[in-house]
């Protein structure tokens, strides 16, 4: 049994894993309050996978909205706001890449978690359309797609995901679900600019900053939507 701390808990994690035909759900937390957009979870990914420019496994948004009004008397009122959301692929229960996959090569592992089999992938792109967070690309170079895998090499050993490993603030954590809804007793699947988590019930469990919870009721936008579009020439 490894462990690790995370946010000051203490966890056991089993390296052994499921038994085989056991599969058990892993996802990821994200604590919201904490993440400062750093971008060292996106660098860790990239170099681990050895990822050329423009391709991103994980990726930062930065959410702006609010405004600021000077009133007749010279007075500045600002109700802005800005935060940040590390995201990847969040092996859902309910994965819609692996629904409209063709050929089975998007597919749950052994470990539950979402990844692609390159042997039947044919570069349909149907994952890419399908997945609402767009986890899923088209790999310009291979003609098939990819995307995080949940470190499952790093996982069936017992050790966590190198995003994890690498956040300086421990704003991310990886582990069972009824684990990490734990956490905190906010624990949220949604967080704008993301669709809806009941579409397909992802294993994302969100601590909610302060600023998160003003933009579920007010209208804001994604401030870097160039940075975070796979295959981008830079």
Same mark, same amino acid.
């Given at each position: 049994?490894?462990? @690790?701390?995370?946010?000051?808990?203490?966890?056991?994690y089993?390296?052994?894993?499921?038994?085989?035909?056991?599969?058990?759900?892993?996802?990821?937390?994200?604590?919201?309050? +904490?993440c400062?957009?750093? +971008?060292?979870?996106?660098?860790?990914?990239?170099?681990?996978?050895?990822?050329?420019?423009?391709?991103?496994?994980?990726?930062?948004?930065?959410?702006?909205?609010?405004?600021?009004?000077?009133?007749?008397?010279g007075?500045?009122?600002?109700?802005?706001?800005?935060?940040?959301?590390?995201?990847?692929?969040?092996?859902?229960?309910? #994965?819609?890449?692996?629904? =409209?996959?063709p050929?089975?090569?998007?597919?749950?592992?052994?470990?539950?978690? =979402?990844?692609?089999?390159?042997?039947?992938?044919?570069? @349909?792109?149907? @994952?890419?359309?399908?997945?609402?967070?767009?986890?899923?690309?088209?790999?310009?170079?291979? +003609?098939?797609?990819?995307?995080?895998?949940? @470190?499952?090499?790093?996982?069936?050993?017992?050790?966590?995901?190198?995003?994890?490993?690498?956040?300086?603030?421990?704003?991310?954590?990886?582990?069972?679900?009824?684990?990490?809804?734990?956490?905190?007793?906010?624990?949220?699947?949604?967080?704008? #600019?993301?669709?809806?988590?009941?579409?397909?019930s #992802?294993?994302?469990?969100?601590?909610?900053?302060?600023?998160?919870?003003?933009?579920?009721?007010?209208?804001?936008?994604?401030?870097n939507?160039?940075?975070?579009?796979?295959?981008?020439?830079?």
């Amino acid at each position: 049994v490894a462990f @690790c701390v995370r946010l000051g808990v203490f966890h056991a994690y089993n390296g052994t894993m499921a038994k085989k035909g056991e599969a058990l759900a892993r996802g990821f937390y994200f604590d919201n309050t +904490r993440c400062t957009g750093c +971008r060292t979870c996106v660098m860790a990914c990239a170099d681990y996978r050895d990822l050329p420019l423009g391709r991103a496994y994980r990726r930062v948004i930065d959410y702006e909205g609010g405004s600021c009004k000077v009133d007749s008397r010279g007075l500045v009122h600002a109700d802005a706001y800005a935060y940040h959301v590390s995201l990847s692929c969040n092996h859902c229960e309910r #994965p819609e890449c692996v629904h =409209v996959c063709p050929t089975g090569a998007m597919h749950k592992n052994e470990l539950d978690l =979402v990844c692609v089999d390159a042997k039947k992938c044919i570069g @349909c792109g149907y @994952c890419t359309m399908a997945c609402p967070y767009h986890a899923p690309s088209i790999d310009p170079f291979s +003609r098939q797609s990819s995307k995080c895998d949940g @470190c499952s090499d790093r996982v069936s050993e017992g050790k966590l995901p190198i995003c994890v490993e690498a956040c300086p603030l421990r704003a991310l954590t990886f582990g069972r679900p009824d684990e990490l809804r734990g956490l905190s007793e906010d624990v949220s699947s949604d967080i704008m #600019p993301l669709p809806d988590s009941s579409y397909t019930s #992802p294993n994302f469990f969100v601590r909610l900053s302060p600023a998160a919870r003003e933009a579920l009721e007010a209208k804001g936008f994604i401030a870097n939507p160039a940075e975070i579009e796979n295959n981008r020439e830079v």
